[in-house]
């Protein structure tokens, strides 16, 4: 398990990079860091393996305060973004390197690495050196070096994000097996939505230092605490509109919708729709945002058409070959929706 407690991190110049963070990983659990460049994600992964050292607060993993240890007394193994492996040592001695570091006897760390470089399909690599490797290659030894020492806890750093469309994908799939066979508490971090929603247990949102929210993929998809988590989650991102309450409904983008519960009028709100939780009709209705098709996107299996309207541009999505024609007037029926007052979840509608 791996706890941090007021965790604080100021740079020279007053930089704030992590600001009073408190979180609990249990043990086991595949956490993700996710958040905007200079969010403070992976300054927070390299405090909790030792590279950077804390300016306030404390470094748990179980019962041991491990805050002012340096990294090689943590028994975490961390997996850089770059990979960081040896060049001018074959696949082989980078797989036992740790192993050498802690004076294990050359015959057993061969005997090790060759065990675990047979895991991840290694075995025909294990002469090689990482230029003759490629890129999905060097990161599998990445991991069987991080695997082969035993480590509590895996800390990745943006692992996946040098490796083509099509090889991340794949390598997706694999790590989140990995490390369910090894039971292994993993911290990972990405500044990919995607990334984390499909291979995390929780993810906490971050910016600015902060912990926006923590949660699980399915909640931080469905129920965005901030208008900032709602514009950050979702492979396109959330319609955030403009919205009033008055005495005859809910004023949003040309339509006036009921109002929920606990409104009664005279509030500015920010209404969040999906496009995924949209429909298009095509005859006018009073629950409808009207507009115009201005844009067709092909996804693939859906298209994502943009409406515009007399306000701001709405986003939808809708089945392939359901299509409106370009320059048609059309209304965006919401199905599933969530109101925001001053930037914070209100209410589900």
Known sequence: MITLHALTKIFPGGVRALDDIHLTIADGEFFALLGPSGC????????????????????????????????????VAMVFQDYAIFPHMDVTANIAYP????KVPCAQRDAKAAEVAARLSLTGLLRRRPAELSGGQQQRVALA????????????????SNLDARLRLEARTFLKRLQRELAVTTV????????????????????????????????????????????FI??????????????????????????????????????????????LSPAERPD?????????????????????????LIQLVVPEGDEP?????????????????????????
């Open 40 to 75: 403070g994600k992976t300054t927070l992964l390299r405090t909790i393996a030792g590279l950077e050292t804390p300016t306030g607060g404390a470094v748990r993993l179980d019962d041991r305060d491990v805050t002012a240890l340096p990294p090689g007394q943590r028994d």
């Open 99 to 102: 192993l050498r570091i802690r």
């Open 145 to 160: 070096r991080a695997i082969a020492c035993h480590p509590t806890a895996f800390l990745f750093d943006e692992p996946l």
């Open 188 to 231: 990972f971090v990405t500044h990919d939505q995607a990334e984390a929603l499909a291979l995390a247990d929780r993810i906490a949102v971050m910016d600015g230092g902060r912990m926006i929210q923590v949660a699980t993929p399915a909640e931080i998809f469905h129920r965005p605490a901030t208008t900032f988590v709602a514009s």
């Open 234 to 279: 979702g492979s396109t991102p959330m319609n955030l509109l403009e919205a009033r309450a008055t005495p005859t409904g809910l004023q949003v983008a040309g339509a006036t919708l009921p109002l929920p519960d606990g409104l009664t009028g005279d509030d500015d709100l920010t209404y969040g729709v999906r496009p995924e939780y949209m429909t």
């Open 288 to 312: 409808a945002f009207p507009g115009t098709i201005s844009v067709l996107e092909n996804l693939g299996t859906h298209t994502l058409v943009t409406l515009e309207t007399p306000g701001p």
């Open 325 to 349: 024609p370009l320059g048609t007037p059309a209304w965006a029926v919401p199905r599933r929706a969530l109101l925001y007052r001053d930037g914070t979840l209100h209410t589900t509608r």
